[in-house]
């Protein structure tokens, strides 16, 4: 069984405030896998994970960026003091099945809006 | 690292139209290719997918794609568009044996004209 839930689905918040999102794939899987898609832009990796570890992290995660995977199951991405700049779609992903080809499964993204 | 073109940012068509959207990539090893659709206001889901096997892939909603290799291209078409088929799509590529982390092109907005 397949699906990813993102929340919130929106979110508006004022220069400098802290936001939190957070992943629930339905079923577990050992990776997940966290996106940024901006207007007119196709998804930007960020991070994932393998289980509980954080693998890999893109040069666009930065310092004020944190994500976690207690458990290895849901997924909380950070946002500290945020900027008009994180504006963007957030999107989580899991692998499409057992095989690892790089097969997502996105959920519908968390979208923040920084006044 | 890999990276994704895709050509165009736009494509307008009329309803029953063909429409060929392209997608070229730039790997020095093997990969594997992906085309995903992201309608208004939804998140993205598959469309089709190159593995392995025969070049010529065939989709969900009538979409089919041909991967070709001399070419570094990964082609997405579709005989005959519908009002529906209005979106944005995405093609995607990740090495073969890699971390498999997908990298994504710009995308390429599809708007079918009545």
């Known amino acids: 069984d397949t699906g990813v839930s993102q929340n919130p689905r929106h979110k508006i918040t004022k220069r400098g405030q802290n936001v939190t999102f957070r992943c629930d794939p339905i079923s577990e899987h050992n990776r997940l896998y966290w996106y940024r898609q901006t207007l007119g832009q196709g998804p930007e990796f960020l991070t994932y994970f393998q289980n509980e570890a954080q693998l890999e992290k893109s040069r666009l995660l930065s310092d004020r960026f944190s994500a976690e995977r207690p458990k290895g199951s849901f997924s909380t991405l950070e946002i500290q003091r945020t900027e008009q700049g994180d504006s963007a779609m957030y999107l989580c992903?899991?692998?499409?099945?057992?095989?690892?080809?790089?097969?997502?499964?996105f959920g519908e993204g968390s979208r923040l809006t920084v006044l | 690292a890999q990276s994704v073109t895709q050509l165009d940012s736009q494509v307008p068509v009329f309803e029953e139209a063909p429409v060929e959207l392209r997608c070229n990539y730039s790997s020095s090893v093997s990969v594997y290719l992906f085309w995903y659709v992201q309608y208004p206001n939804q998140g993205l889901q598959l469309l089709l997918k190159?593995?392995?096997?025969?070049?010529l892939v065939k989709g969900i909603n009538g979409f089919e794609a041909e991967f070709n290799k001399s070419q570094t291209s990964f082609h997405l078409r579709k005989p005959s568009v519908h009002i529906s088929d209005t979106a944005e799509y995405f093609c995607a590529v990740t090495i073969s044996g890699g971390s498999y982390i997908p990298t994504f092109g710009r995308g390429t907005s599809l708007i079918v004209h009545p």
């Open positions: 190159y593995l392995s096997g025969s070049t």
């Open positions: 992903a899991t692998p499409f099945g057992s095989a690892n080809t790089g097969e997502l499964f």
